[in-house]
């Protein structure tokens, strides 16, 4: 499975792929970052992901520190978050 993640300022699209080209997507509020967490590491706990695109509301840190990390954000719950670190624990958890 692949899977991309578009983060916008009130709602969340994740897109899957599964085998023979069939596509699923789900649309859930943009809510507090432990609450996205939880819904994707449920989403993703039984399948084998090989990819992970993810798109986020900005600014997102290109910098060899904070990598990944959401920047400056009237969204004051995800400034700092590191949406790089987390989904690579929780992909890292599935790949094959």
């Known amino acids: 499975m692949n899977a991309i993640i578009e983060m916008g ?17 789900c649309t859930i ?3 507090e970052p432990e609450e996205l967490k939880n819904h994707i590491s ?6 084998k992901v090989k990819k992970v ?3 986020s509301f900005g ?3 290109f910098g060899s520190k904070d990598y990944g990390a959401i920047l400056n954000t009237p ?9 790089y670190e987390w989904i690579k624990k929780i ?4 790949l094959y």
């Open 53 to 55: 695109i993810l798109a």
């Open 42 to 47: 449920l989403m993703f706990r039984d399948q």
């Open 59 to 61: 600014p997102v840190s």
């Open 75 to 83: 969204k004051i719950a995800w400034k700092n978050t590191n949406l």
């Open 9 to 25: 300022g009130t709602k969340v699209n994740i897109f899957t792929d599964r085998e023979l080209g069939i596509f699923n997507k």
């Open 91 to 94: 992909s890292v958890k599935t």
């Open 29 to 31: 509020p943009t809510s």
